[in-house]
């Protein structure tokens, strides 16, 4: 599939994103802050502990010693780094995480998102020990990459494009059953450095890459 326009830009592209301004505001940085610690399992923390909650001080002796908000969290075990994760817009337990094997998979963890929410009380370390959760769905390309973006307007469209210029966009299933992955979307000549879906338009996103240039689909 061709882009509707490209555009040629100075230098690397970049979207703001006024739901995640924190993570979008340095892309040449987003690879160090988005991405998890080394090793042969990276952590991957649930949607929910990038918010927190305030725990009542009277009710938790640490909040009322220091004065700063307790962390619930649960922790997911996940193989290999994770480059960048996004929440789905309509439904904030489905996950969905770029890994450094080059595949993008999707999580969905509104169980868990549900048990922190009703939670009195962080779990102890010693128990919030990993989570082994399969993933919903799971897509490889020939790279890892680091573009990724729900669609605000359709629920459960996702895009992601790779280090080698190549875009795939998730398209649900009806009835909840799945995704199918389109064909590439070609036309970048360098790695896509992030992905911004249209918020009105269900069918049309932006995407810039390290070839200086910005293509609209």
């Known amino acids: 599939m061709s882009p509707l326009i490209s555009q040629a830009t100075d230098s690397d592209s970049e979207f703001d994103d ?19 610690d080394d090793g042969d399992d990276a952590r991957m923390h649930d949607a929910a502990t990038t918010t927190g909650r305030h725990t009542n001080p009277s009710t938790n002796p640490s909040t009322e010693a220091d004065g700063g908000p307790v962390m619930h969290n649960r922790t997911i075990a996940h193989h290999g780094t994770i480059n960048r994760v996004r929440a ?5 337990g489905m996950v969905a995480v770029w890994a450094d094997s080059g595949h993008v998979k999707v ?10 929410a009703n939670e009195p009380q962080p779990r102890p370390p010693s128990k ?3 989570l082994q959760i399969n993933p919903r769905h799971s897509h490889a390309h020939p790279v890892e990459g680091y573009a990724l973006d729900w669609s605000p307007v359709v629920a459960g469209q996702l895009a992601a494009g ?7 966009v998730w398209m649900p299933r009806e009835g909840g059953a799945g995704w199918v992955v389109s064909g590439v979307y070609a036309g970048h000549t360098a790695s ?15 995407s810039g890459a390290s070839d200086n240039t910005v293509r609209i689909w």
Do not use: C
Request: net charge negative.
């Open 107 to 116: 999580y969905d963890l509104t169980v868990q998102l549900a048990e922190l």
């Open 88 to 92: 789905m817009p309509q439904q904030q």
């Open 18 to 36: 006024d739901d995640d301004s924190s993570e979008n505001s340095d892309d040449d940085d987003d690879r160090h802050n988005d991405t998890a």
């Open 162 to 168: 790779d280090g080698k210029g190549r875009v795939h």
């Open 192 to 206: 896509v450095e992030d992905i911004q879906w249209s918020p009105t338009e269900g069918t049309v996103f932006a």
């Open 128 to 130: 919030n020990r990993p």
